[in-house]
């Protein structure tokens, strides 16, 4: 699977938009792209994934760069509960090891009051 | 509904102590794992479970045993450990085969100590 790279860190204020990036320059054709999250102590959860077009649901918007060697996760209003450890991971579509989710480092977001 | 869950959230064991993890989900889904995650660490993935049967072993050591009785319920039972597997454990599922692009849906995670 391609490596990602993520800024180790990021504040937000509260009630502005959160935009986290992510490099994953030597993503494949069938490799998507997936967000998590992990609250301090509890499970990960899953936020949004996408292959090649912008993706947007109840919790986030993905944008991925026509190249695909980059995405960013936008939060629209950020809330102090969006404080975590977000987690960019690129995964194959089928086969090969994509049973496996590998996480990086992540990014820790800290949104402010 | 996503919903994974877990118990106990906490257990506290000794190195010849037996104990068992347990994870359950009620979404239909035919496939669950196993990952540990180390403090300040990135999950781990230690065991794949497909369609009841063990797929994958992530060349875990052997005091760690799986068991999946049914299609609903996964189970990590747990004997003379040492206290470096204190971590927390995680168990996720995804609805179909583990090699498909199915997302992985994680409960909440049990933080065990080892003493």
């Known amino acids: 699977d391609a490596k990602t790279t993520q800024p180790p860190s990021m504040d937000c204020a509260e009630g502005r938009a959160a935009n986290l990036p992510c490099n994953h320059s030597?993503?494949?054709?069938?490799?998507?792209v997936y967000w998590y999250r992990q609250i301090h102590s509890q499970g990960p959860q899953y936020i949004i994934h996408?292959?090649?077009n912008n993706e947007t649901n109840e919790m986030a918007s993905l944008i991925i760069t026509e190249d695909r060697k980059s995405s960013t996760l936008i939060l629209p209003h950020a809330t102090l509960r969006d404080t975590a450890v977000y987690y960019c991971?690129?995964?194959?579509?089928?086969?090969?090891?994509?049973?496996?989710?590998?996480f990086g480092k992540g990014t820790l977001l800290t949104v402010n009051p | 509904d996503t919903e994974v869950t877990q118990t106990p959230k906490h257990l506290v064991m000794g190195m010849t102590n037996k104990k068992s993890l347990k994870c359950e989900q009620h979404?239909?889904?035919?496939?669950m794992y196993w990952y540990k995650q180390k403090a300040k660490k990135p999950p781990e993935l230690m065991f794949v479970?497909?369609?009841?049967?063990?797929?994958i072993n992530e060349s875990v050591p052997s005091r760690f045993s799986p068991e999946c009785p049914n299609s609903s319920l996964l189970n990590l039972h747990l004997h003379a450990l040492q206290p470096e597997d204190s971590a927390l454990y995680l168990c996720?599922?995804?609805?179909?085969?583990?090699?498909?692009?199915?997302?992985?849906?994680f409960g909440p995670g049990t933080r065990l100590l080892v003493l």
């Open positions: 979404m239909g889904h035919r496939a």
């Open positions: 991971i690129v995964r194959v579509g089928s086969g090969g090891s994509n049973y496996k989710l590998t």
């Open positions: 996408g292959l090649k």
């Open positions: 996720a599922s995804s609805q179909a085969s583990p090699w498909g692009k199915e997302t992985q849906y």
């Open positions: 479970y497909s369609y009841e049967k063990l797929s």
């Open positions: 030597t993503i494949s054709g069938n490799e998507y």
